[in-house]
């Protein structure tokens, strides 16, 4: 277990604290759970600096960091949506999108002779603009930069899961290419 892998654990018993916290009748309790949920943030830039820098990357990271990444992306669309700080429907695209990251990385790590499609800039972008805007909820930003903000985030998210559908379709197709080949 290294430095990295117990900052991913870190982030994933983080989970039930902010859910804890944000469903509770603390007087700040969006505050207070926004800030677990940005330091949830940092903590995942500073596991996956310091996987690369100093090259920690384990297959025990590649599963964890994902699954803390979107354990916390689902508890705070989920809070939100039913306690009405955001409308249902970036819900729904936004875990439509999710679920189909996942299905298409399983089926593509299970035939796909165990290949990963790594995190973008795409996906990078889409991430800090899902960050900018629950965060702008945390911190009572004004309604219409918040409105615009998780505009830009289903948008960039969409951008996002179109490129890696097709790095997808791309690696499905070598892999069959491969498999004509063989044959």
Known sequence: MNIPNVITIFRIILIP????????????????????????????????????????????????????????????????????????????????????MILGGGLLYLHGNKKVIPANKFGKIATLFFYASMLSIVFNFSDEISKLLLLLTVILNIVAFYNYLRIFIVINKDDMDTVDKSI
Request: with cysteine; proline share 2%; aromatic share 14%.
């Open 17 to 100: 604290i902010f859910l804890f916290i944000f469903h509770s009748d603390l007087e700040n309790r969006i505050l207070i759970s926004g800030l677990i949920f940005l330091l949830a943030g940092i903590s995942d830039v500073l596991d996956g600096h310091i996987a690369r820098k100093y090259n920690l990357t384990t297959k025990l990271g590649t599963v964890l960091d994902p699954f803390a990444d979107k354990l916390m992306s689902f508890s705070i669309l989920i809070s939100y949506t039913f306690s009405g700080l955001i409308p249902y429907w970036i819900l729904i695209i936004l875990a439509l999108k999710e679920i189909c």
